[in-house]
């Protein structure tokens, strides 16, 4: 599942990207030249920190996403037009959005519709989506009026589009709708991208950070709470700072700046959570692993993830809580209390069980 962020030209959309995946050198060429960049950023979790510190095992892994830094949608200037068909291909593959907005002030960088304001730029963003997705909508419903034969399955696709043209032309988006499951599949072969899931970050400069507000920040929020978008404060030049300190410096930095959990990974779990992906672990001395699904996965689904023999011949999951391991030390000492569970195919998983598939093929 592919994250795209995006967002006008010098919001700090790159350098954010450069955080989640590491990848400094490549989010930087990629800016440059104008075009989208993929990467995989890893979901930080304290939760495999601790099992990895008590197994000591030879390999950790954490949950990952796919991301992609669209190139920077430009409001204003001469290629506008061809740029923005550029960036709504870009966009259209992504299942979910997360939105770089910029509250930073520079002397250096400057704006290129002059004054920051955030919520001027979310706008902008939405407004040229939600015209895409009506231009596409109106396409198919002239293809369908206009061609030899309408078929009972056209019809029925022509009235849910027509439904979903009246919505938008009132400024509505998609993932709004109320859809049944069978409408959502009829229409999800068109990626409206107006439909995806997303997210708005704001980016800070120190100062801003520093007082926890920034100009214009009620006109943003309010807009967020209309187009009930999640918003998330963040200064990636003190995250940038943070990530480029030793490991044994970052903690007392972090202290000295009243920094409980890096911007960075509060992100990366908010971003991992617009899917609606939850992370189940495996723990042992080979390896200590967060695997992902989809929330509401069963437990002979979940055991798919790690091999699809395992799903095939699931007998039961062995279940443990973290929190339990966390409070009482040691899978032994868990067990001595009871709270140790066998549970069936269906059990549905929940987000941070310690689990253990027994299987047989």
């Known amino acids: 599942m592919k994250i795209g962020l995006v967002g006008l ?6 350098t954010l990207f450069q955080l989640l995946t590491g990848r400094e050198e490549g ?66 593959p992504c299942e979910a959005l997360v939105h770089v907005l910029r509250a930073f002030q520079s002397e250096t960088v400057m704006h290129e519709m002059g004054e920051v304001d955030p919520a001027r730029d979310l706008e902008a963003v939405e407004t040229e989506m939600l015209f895409a997705d009506l231009e596409l909508a109106e396409r198919r419903m002239e293809r369908i009026k206009t061609g030899k034969k309408i078929t009972k399955e056209n019809a029925e696709e022509l009235q849910l589009l027509e439904r979903c043209f009246s919505w938008m032309e009132g400024g509505g988006a998609i993932r709004e709708m109320a859809l049944s499951e069978e409408e959502k599949l009829g229409i999800r072969h068109y990626a409206f991208l107006t439909e995806k899931p997303r997210m708005a970050v704001v980016n800070l400069d120190e100062t801003q950070w520093s007082a926890k507000t920034w100009p214009k920040e009620k006109a943003l929020r309010d807009l967020c709470e209309a187009l009930r978008i999640p918003l998330l404060t963040l200064c990636t030049e003190m995250e940038l700072e943070i990530s ?9 930095f972090m202290e000295d700046m009243g920094i409980d959990q890096q911007g960075i990974t509060v992100l990366a779990r908010a971003v991992y959570g617009l899917l609606g992906l939850i992370s189940f672990l495996t723990a042992g001395e080979d390896e200590v692993r967060a695997w992902t699904v989809e929330e509401g996965a069963n437990a002979k689904s979940a055991a798919g993830k790690i091999h699809s023999d395992i799903e095939r011949g699931f007998i039961r999951a062995e279940v443990v809580k973290f929190h339990d391991i966390q409070e009482l030390g040691s899978m032994a000492k868990v067990k001595e209390n009871g709270l140790f569970r066998l549970e069936g195919k269906e059990y549905i998983v929940l987000d941070g069980d310690i689990i253990h598939f027994r299987f047989n093929v």
């Open 9 to 14: 030209n010098q919001t700090g959309k790159t």
């Open 27 to 92: 989010g930087q060429a990629a800016a440059a030249k104008g075009s989208a960049n993929a990467g995989t950023g890893i979901v930080p979790d304290s939760r495999v920190d601790f099992l990895s510190a008590l197994y000591r095992p030879k390999k950790t892994t954490y949950a990952k996403i796919d991301l992609v830094d669209v190139a920077g949608f430009s409001a204003s200037g001469e290629n506008r037009n061809s740029g923005a068909a550029k960036f709504l291909n870009d966009v259209r």
């Open 244 to 252: 480029r300190l030793p490991e044994e410096d970052k903690a007392m």
